[in-house]
């Protein structure tokens, strides 16, 4: 059995790609940012440290439903900015259940998605618990609720790129790069043909 993980720089796609990827192949996307919203809906948090530790929760639930899968031999996406402390996680996963992993790797211009980063951090359909850090759900004043945009240089950006390795994780050495800085010129029926090629060479028992 397989399983697929798209993951890339933040507001590269990862999200969109997994979406097709699901639609076009019928398989099950585990989302560690959709696990983090229900949690911030259902929980909330008080502080940046309690915002972190809803973090570190969503990525155990989606390796418990990851391992859950894997035992019952369902091939399935997993959709998540993983970085160099991801490793160890899914790597364990994946050797404990013989799975063979592909990872899709979405990266582009950084100048032109750290803009794309900041127009979804202002946008009305992004979820609020991303975006703010002190308290969620968000305090009211005068009944209306205060919005506040948290804001990154761009330097920043990429030095948080570099340092977690989010356009350089993969798995087993098997990858697809995908450079979606224009999402019109991607070819996602290359990409389709590439992941078969890859299915293809799945040792079969």
Known sequence: MYCILVTGIPAAGKSTMAKIISEKMKLPVISKDTIKELLFDNVGFQSRAEKVN???????IMYYVAGQLMKAEQSFILENNFEYSSEYGIKNLIEK?????????????????????????????????????????EKKENNLKV???????????VRGIEQRGFDAFCVNGRQIKVDTTDFSKID????????ATWKEEIPHD
């Open 54 to 60: 809803l973090g570190i929760a969503s990525m155990e």
């Open 97 to 137: 259940y013989q799975y063979s992993a592909l990872t899709i790797n979405l990266t582009g211009d950084y100048k032109v998605i750290y803009q794309r980063f900041l127009e979804r951090e202002s946008s009305l359909g992004r979820h609020r618990g991303h975006v703010v850090n002190d308290c969620y759900p």
């Open 147 to 157: 919005l506040k945009t948290k804001t990154i240089s761009y330097d920043n950006f």
């Open 188 to 195: 996602i029926q290359k990409i389709f043909s590439q992941i």
